[in-house]
């Protein structure tokens, strides 16, 4: 897919939280997924979706290999 334009930057998927927060498994596994990927990011992008809804609902990061942060709901709308 990738020869064909389409370049991978990140994921997401749901917790049965209300309020979702990243599993340490989460969070070593962008931090290896950026680590060991070839690309031109500056970072990946995880989301994860939990029961409640919107902002509260929905966690946005950025993950580099020794760094992420979380992005403030108003940027994530
Ligand atoms: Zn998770």
Do not use: C
């Not at 946005?60 to 940027?75: D, Y």
């Amino acid at each position: 897919m990738h020869k064909s334009g389409l370049h991978y930057f990140g994921d997401w998927h749901t917790h049965p939280q209300s309020v979702p927060t990243p599993s340490g498994t989460d969070l070593s596994s962008m931090a290896d997924l950026f680590s060991r990927s070839k690309h031109e990011l500056i970072a990946f992008l995880m989301v994860i979706v939990g029961t409640e809804g919107f902002p509260d609902g929905l966690h946005v990061s950025v993950h580099e290999a020794n760094a992420w942060s979380k992005l403030p709901s108003e940027l994530a709308q």
